[in-house]
């Protein structure tokens, strides 16, 4: 009974101690198991963790990311503002400018129509004016026509005077000095009458002008037109008077020496009268087939008042003058100074 007792007692101390046992067993186990679920609850809290890491990180990249979107977007809203800027400062400038424009062009016009009733004004002050100047000038032109004529027909008297006082003068050589003065006084008529009756006052047509005197000498020394022959070469030449006076002095000394001195032993004679432009320089050349000058005899510094009248009429032209005698007398003036019209 006791071993029985016994037996029960460590039956039951086994079956306690087994029952301990795997009662510790499954401490062991659950212990194990939760051990196991730390492990994964700290695995998932490390995961978690990463997670969190990996999305922080995430964050603060997007973060950066907004940044810069944000800077970009208001680095782009100010430039934006800088351009709306200058387009407003641009625009502002167009309308000041065009508001300028048609302040200008508004000035403009107001000028242009000042301008315009200033020339218009002008232009009739001128028309006027110039209405006045044609008259003055027709009248001062008919006045000098006047003028020229009434000192032509008092130069005629002069030489007509002259005439009569050689035929009344018993002295030869006097009567001739009388008709040398009539005919000089006659060549400066030919001018006046050739003033007065050209289109332009002060000009002179010098071929007609130099026709005629030479023809007046003739008929003054009653030179038979069959005996002497005159002939010309006159350029058309439009000289100022200031000229021609001095030049036909010297044609009418030149022309009368031939006429009174180069055919006294001729039963025939010609005589010519050049004048023309040469290099800028005017050439007046009166020559004859005469008997010509002797070689002993130097005419520019004798007596002679007609060659005193050519030498001093000569250095007023700033003339240079050559004389040939080889075959009859060739006078050549070349002419520095003279004035056209």
């Known amino acids: 009974m006791l071993l029985n007792l016994k037996k029960k007692y460590e039956t039951a101390k086994k079956e306690k101690e087994i029952e301990l046992l795997n009662s510790q067993n499954q401490l062991t186990a659950i212990e194990l198991l939760r051990e196991a679920d730390i492990r994964q609850a700290l695995e998932r809290e490390n995961f978690l963790m990463d997670a969190t890491i990996t999305q922080q990180n995430e964050l603060n990249v997007l973060s950066k990311s907004e940044k810069k979107l944000q800077f970009k977007e208001l680095e782009k809203e100010r430039l934006l503002n800088i351009v709306l800027a200058r387009e407003n400062s641009l625009n502002q400038q167009l309308l000041d400018d065009d508001k300028m424009r048609k302040k200008i062009l508004l000035t403009g016009v107001i000028l242009f129509a000042l301008a315009g009733g200033v020339i218009l004004y002008q232009y009739r002050r001128q028309v006027l004016k110039n209405a006045i100047i044609a008259k003055q000038k027709e009248d001062l032109l008919m006045l000098n026509r006047e003028i020229h004529h009434r000192v032509k027909n008092n130069l005629q008297i002069i030489s007509s005077m002259l005439d009569l006082q050689s035929a009344a003068t018993a002295d030869k050589m006097i009567a001739e000095k009388f008709q040398e003065g009539s005919q000089r006084v006659q060549t400066m008529a030919f001018i006046h009458q050739n003033l007065y009756q050209g289109e332009s006052p002060g000009s002179i047509d010098i071929q007609e002008y130099i026709k005629t005197l030479a023809t007046n000498l003739m008929l003054s020394y009653n030179t038979v037109s069959e005996k002497i022959i005159l002939t010309t070469d006159i350029e058309p030449i439009n ?76 250095q007023k032209l700033k003339a240079f003058i050559t004389i040939n005698s080889q075959h009859g007398t060739d006078v050549q003036l070349l002419i520095s100074k003279f004035r056209t019209v």
Do not use: W
């Open 239 to 314: 000289l100022h008077s200031d000229t021609v006076i001095p030049l036909g002095l010297i044609i009418n000394e030149l022309v009368s020496n031939s006429l009174k001195y180069a055919f006294n032993l001729k039963s025939k004679g010609q005589i010519n009268i050049v004048l023309k432009k040469i290099d800028e320089k005017l050439l007046l050349q009166v020559k004859d087939d005469g008997i010509g000058i002797p070689e002993n005899e130097d005419v520019t510094a004798g007596p002679s008042f007609g060659y005193k009248i050519i030498k001093a009429f000569s």
